[in-house]
């Protein structure tokens, strides 16, 4: 009898601990399927995506900037014109090259089977083809809103990657420092003219434009109200910056950005820029063209463009 109690107890003993088991099982499986899923609203259409990707691949530097900021890892990234600042992307050994920002790789990213792309405006016309790949997002800053776009960007960033907290923080932060330039702008009158320089050739920019942001949200006065909004800015002479005659230039020199060609200042300074307010009062202002023309609408690049142009109001 003791025998045969002892044996019950056993099978019992194994069938309980089969169960647990299974049961166990059951549950790693449960939570290794239950990724949470969002669906992601942008300006080419609806996309399901995972939350807290684990390979992402980037074609935007101001998202890449902002994920750098927020300690988020990237996968991919286009290496040919990396900006300066964000370097350690260029490290081909850790993050896989995925072309460059006209011409993706498409190749490289099918075989990195990644979980998330991200774009903006320099891809989108290759949107297709990425999101056969995998779930992709378009992410620009709309230069007509620029920092309720930005903003927008940011926060959606943070729910993506359960960064949430931290994009409240860096926005803050962000918002503060624009108050004090607006502080600055609003005890003075001098008004601004904003060119890209690029291979000789010069190009105006006013509000609502790519670095409208200066007129738009930090409230810098414009030289010329009228300037045509164009991706490329409006095409100018240097007779039309005399006539205009800025108290302050900013410039953006995109040759110092993508590497070639000769220095803006070297062309610009001549002897008609020199008889304006900007040159007599020592205002020209050569802003970062990493920050201003190959990462805008970054965390990291956003409040280093604050500061510059406070810089200029000291």
């Not at 099982?25 to 669906?39: I, L, V």
């Not at 609203?41 to 990707?53: A, R, V």
């Not at 920092?147 to 803050?172: C, H, P, R």
């Not at 990493?290 to 142009?309: C, F, N, P």
Request: negative net charge; proline residues 3%; glycine residues 8%.
């Amino acid at each position: 009898m003791k025998k045969l109690l002892l044996l019950a107890f056993a099978l019992m003993m194994v069938a309980f601990l089969a169960a647990c088991g299974s049961s166990g099982a059951e549950e790693t499986s449960a939570a290794e399927g239950s990724t949470e899923k969002m669906t992601v609203t942008h300006e080419l259409g609806e996309t399901e995506i995972s939350k807290n990707p684990k390979k992402v691949v980037v074609f935007d530097y101001g998202v890449l900037d902002s994920l750098d900021q927020l300690g988020v890892e990237v996968a991919g990234v286009p290496q040919e014109t990396v900006p300066a600042y964000l370097e350690k992307y260029s490290d081909k050994e850790k993050y896989e090259n995925v072309g460059t920002l006209k011409e993706a790789d498409f190749e490289a990213i099918n075989a990195m089977e990644p979980d998330l792309i991200i774009i903006s405006g320099r891809q989108a016309e290759m949107y297709e083809e990425f999101a056969s790949i995998a779930p992709t997002i378009h992410m620009a800053v709309d230069t007509n809103n620029y920092m309720d776009s930005f903003t927008d960007n940011m926060t959606l960033l943070g729910e993506i990657f359960g960064k949430e907290d931290q994009v409240k923080e860096e926005l803050a932060s962000i918002n503060t420092e624009i108050e004090g330039v607006k502080e600055a702008v609003s005890k003075t009158d001098e008004k601004a003219l904003i060119l890209l320089a690029n291979e000789g050739k010069i190009s105006a920019y006013g509000p609502a434009s790519r670095f409208g942001i200066i007129h738009d949200v930090f409230g810098v006065p414009a030289a010329d109200e009228g300037i045509e909004v164009s991706t490329h800015g409006q095409s100018i002479t240097f007779e039309y910056i005399l006539d205009k005659n800025p108290d302050i230039l900013f410039v953006v020199d995109r040759n110092a950005a993508v590497g070639g060609g000769a220095s803006a200042k070297d062309s610009l300074e001549n002897a008609l820029v020199q008889k304006t307010n900007a040159y007599k009062n020592g205002k020209i202002i050569y802003l970062d063209p990493d920050y201003w023309y190959m990462s805008g609408g970054g965390l990291q690049s956003v409040s280093a463009m604050v500061k510059e142009i406070q810089s200029a109001f000291e």
